[in-house]
């Protein structure tokens, strides 16, 4: 006699299966009105009412309140009984797809002013050194910015650059120009390309107290190594931006 095996694989629940916990369909539904209030339809404007977000996401009303809730977490929205959700914040988008300063990348959004913070010269470590192509020994240009926008903290700047560049860039206006105009002017030739990484980290209490952010609060961390048009490395940065007041953003091609 032949025995049957009745064993079935387990289905995962769908996007939108009942059985699916309440706290994956609020972040699926906080990922959704994240985007609308940032750059979408719902900027600096009121939310849907609950009900009207239950009906447009087919999720229970606690998995919309759980959603908003991490919304408000965020500092993205606020509720006021009576009145309502509101969006709040404001993020400002960086682009990945061209080499531009901070001020030439968000002259629509308003002024970037920079804050001094230290300047001058030192020997680099060993990996700074290599990433430059510089000879053992040989010194740098060390600049420590803050970065705000409108007035706002927006990031901390560390910079790196060749001394025969950077003395001369520390003659110019740091204050009110960004390096790469100016290091195009000294070096006589345009900036080329860079190379990008990017990354969470949490701020650390130097950080934390520079951005006038919370200890602890997500950073957006860009490594940027830039080269001028001939190839050769004239600027490596390591730049912490407020997580909570820019997004990074461009368009991939599948070739």
């Given at each position: 006699m032949t025995r049957r095996d009745d064993t079935r694989t387990a289905v995962p629940p769908g996007p939108a299966d009942p059985r699916r916990p309440r706290a994956d369909r609020a972040r699926q539904v906080a990922d959704v009105l994240r985007r609308q209030v940032l750059h979408g339809d719902l900027r600096s404007g009121a939310l849907p009412a609950e009900a009207e977000l239950v009906r447009e996401f087919g999720a229970s009303r606690n998995t919309v309140r759980e959603a908003l809730a991490l919304l408000r977490a965020e500092g993205l929205?606020?509720?006021c009984p009576g009145v309502g959700t509101h969006a709040v914040a404001e993020k400002y988008p960086h682009g990945l797809e061209r080499l531009l300063g901070l001020a030439e990348t968000l002259r629509e959004h308003g002024e970037v002013a920079n804050e001094v913070r230290m300047t001058g010269l030192l020997t680099p470590s060993r990996e700074?050194?290599?990433?430059?192509?510089?000879?053992?020994?040989?010194?740098?240009?060390?600049?420590e910015r803050i970065r705000r926008l409108n007035g706002l903290p927006l990031s901390l700047d560390l910079t790196y650059i060749p001394r025969d560049l950077g003395e001369p860039l520390l003659a110019e206006d740091l204050v009110r120009n960004d390096i790469f105009v100016l290091l195009e002017r000294i070096a006589g030739r345009p900036l080329g390309r860079a190379e990008v990484t990017l990354e969470a980290v949490n701020a650390d209490p130097h950080s934390a107290a520079t951005l006038d952010a919370p200890r602890g609060a997500a950073l957006l961390?860009?490594?940027?190594?830039?080269?001028?048009?001939?190839?050769?490395?004239?600027?490596?940065?390591?730049?912490?931006?407020?997580?909570?007041?820019?997004?990074m953003s461009g368009s991939m091609n599948r070739a």
């Open positions: 929205i606020e509720r700074v050194a290599s990433r430059l192509r510089l000879r053992a020994g040989e010194q740098v240009v060390y600049i961390m860009l490594e940027r190594l830039t080269h001028l048009s001939d190839g050769r490395p004239v600027d490596l940065e390591f730049i912490r931006f407020r997580g909570d007041r820019i997004t």
